[in-house]
């Protein structure tokens, strides 16, 4: 059963690094914070800032894992548990790809409603076996 749905302010910060260079991306935008389950999600629409307009990102945090969910113009299910390696496939308008997402660390602070206010991950992103990225995503959620 899923209860009613909060409006929330998303500040979203990431940073890529490779080999070559280092890319951040930050941004803030309005969402909905809703429970289902055991688990607390927030949804929000991307856009030309993350490079994903046209799609909407679902961020799914339980006691075990944080879930990622893209629909639209990417489709992905990126899911992180600490120590852990997925395998994930990510459908972007060029085509599919095969990922392998290894999570470093994930971190997540609660208010006194049990509702997450800042998640935290850090973790590397492989393609064909090898490391492509080191990444960290970092979002606060404010009521």
């Known amino acids: 059963m899923t209860e009613e749905r909060k409006k929330v302010w998303l500040s979203i910060s990431g940073t890529i690094k490779n080999e070559e260079d280092k890319d951040s991306?930050?941004?803030l935008t309005e969402g909905d914070l809703y429970?289902?389950?055991?688990?607390?999600?927030?949804?929000?629409?991307?856009?030309?800032?993350?490079?994903?307009e046209g799609?909407?990102?679902?961020?799914?945090?339980?006691?075990?894992?944080?879930?990622?969910?893209?629909?639209?113009?990417?489709?992905?299910?990126?899911?992180?548990?600490?120590?852990?390696?997925n395998l994930t496939w990510y459908s972007t308008p060029y085509g599919d790809v095969t990922m392998g997402?290894?999570?470093?660390?994930?971190f997540v602070n609660y208010n006194e409603d049990k509702?997450?206010?800042?998640?935290?991950i850090d973790y590397n992103i492989e393609i064909e076996g090898v490391t492509n990225s080191q990444?960290?995503?970092n979002i606060k959620i404010t009521q």
């Open 35 to 52: 429970k289902e389950a055991n688990r607390s999600c927030v949804t929000y629409k991307e856009s030309e800032v993350s490079g994903m």
């Open 101 to 106: 997402i290894l999570t470093k660390d994930v």
């Open 25 to 27: 991306l930050e941004f």
């Open 115 to 120: 509702e997450p206010t800042k998640v935290s």
């Open 55 to 85: 799609t909407i990102t679902t961020v799914c945090v339980d006691a075990q894992k944080v879930s990622v969910i893209r629909l639209g113009t990417t489709n992905s299910i990126m899911e992180f548990e600490r120590g852990k390696r």
């Open 135 to 137: 990444n960290i995503l």
